[in-house]
């Protein structure tokens, strides 16, 4: 069990449990309750919905797509980042994703979905691939994700229903937690000074992010 992508299994297991919730619960209320709210965030202090909206997606296509590129490529990302460190970079690159959301989208939309966490461990994953440029296994899967990310950006600016900021944000947080947790065995590919930084550039980009958003409907 020890190898097993079991990280990549339970949260496949927990955003499909929710989604079935979702479609046995009318009105959309699941949604109302735990999407992407910048107003229910300022004003109503909810914030759960910096974490929840990582789990919930508004129709079954949005479902089916990203739990199908969280089974295949979370199990290699899994398998070469270890299994805190996905979950690591998985959970708080999907949170940057939503704090960058609250940031730049507008204050009344209502957004939610797996692809901030996702583009997240692609970021994440880039940034091993950075630091692996002397493998040619890496640089092949560096370049396989890299088209990946630049193909969903490109696809995003003509859907404007997509939140691409929460895109984003999930592929700058990924990026800069792949700096701070390294893989396994990789201590003298990772300086400390290179996590230092990434650290401090995750908290600034954070509190900018969640600055921005309260500026946005004026609370400061």
Same mark, same amino acid.
């Given at each position: 069990?020890? !190898?097993?992508?079991?990280?990549?299994?339970?949260?496949?297991?927990?955003?499909?449990?929710?989604?079935?919730?979702?479609?046995?619960?009318?009105?959309?209320?699941?949604?109302?309750?735990?999407?992407?709210?910048?107003?229910?965030?300022?004003?109503?202090?909810?914030?759960?919905?910096?974490?929840?909206?990582?789990?919930?997606?508004?129709?079954?296509?949005?479902?089916?797509? *990203?739990?199908?590129v969280?089974?295949?490529?979370?199990?290699?990302?899994?398998?070469?980042?270890?299994?805190?460190?996905?979950?690591?970079?998985?959970?708080?690159? +999907?949170?940057?994703?939503?704090?960058? +959301?609250?940031?730049? !989208?507008?204050?009344?939309?209502?957004?939610?979905?797996?692809?901030?966490?996702?583009?997240?461990?692609? +970021?994440?994953?880039?940034?091993?691939?950075?630091?692996?440029?002397? !493998?040619?296994?890496?640089?092949?899967?560096?370049?396989?994700?890299?088209?990946?990310i630049?193909? !969903?950006?490109?696809f *995003?600016?003509?859907?404007t229903?997509?939140?691409i900021?929460?895109?984003?944000?999930?592929?700058?947080?990924?990026?800069?937690?792949?700096?701070?947790?390294?893989?396994?065995?990789?201590?003298?590919?990772?300086?400390?000074?290179?996590?230092v930084?990434?650290?401090?550039?995750?908290i600034?980009?954070?509190?900018?992010c969640?600055?921005?958003?309260?500026r946005?409907?004026?609370?400061?």
């Amino acid at each position: 069990m020890k !190898n097993k992508p079991y990280v990549t299994y339970t949260i496949f297991g927990i955003t499909t449990a929710v989604f079935l919730i979702q479609f046995l619960i009318p009105y959309d209320s699941v949604e109302r309750l735990l999407g992407m709210s910048s107003l229910s965030i300022a004003y109503g202090h909810q914030y759960w919905r910096f974490i929840t909206p990582i789990f919930i997606h508004f129709g079954l296509m949005h479902f089916a797509f *990203n739990m199908v590129v969280l089974y295949f490529m979370g199990q290699q990302c899994e398998a070469i980042f270890g299994h805190w460190r996905f979950a690591i970079v998985y959970l708080l690159s +999907g949170i940057t994703g939503s704090v960058a +959301g609250f940031a730049f !989208n507008q204050p009344n939309v209502l957004s939610g979905g797996a692809s901030g966490a996702i583009f997240g461990i692609f +970021g994440g994953f880039l940034m091993i691939g950075l630091h692996y440029r002397d !493998n040619y296994a890496m640089r092949a899967l560096t370049r396989q994700f890299t088209i990946f990310i630049l193909l !969903n950006l490109v696809f *995003n600016l003509f859907d404007t229903s997509i939140d691409i900021w929460g895109h984003i944000g999930g592929l700058v947080g990924g990026g800069l937690l792949g700096a701070i947790v390294g893989i396994p065995g990789a201590k003298d590919r990772f300086s400390v000074r290179t996590r230092v930084v990434s650290a401090i550039l995750l908290i600034f980009f954070t509190v900018i992010c969640i600055l921005i958003g309260l500026r946005k409907v004026g609370l400061a």
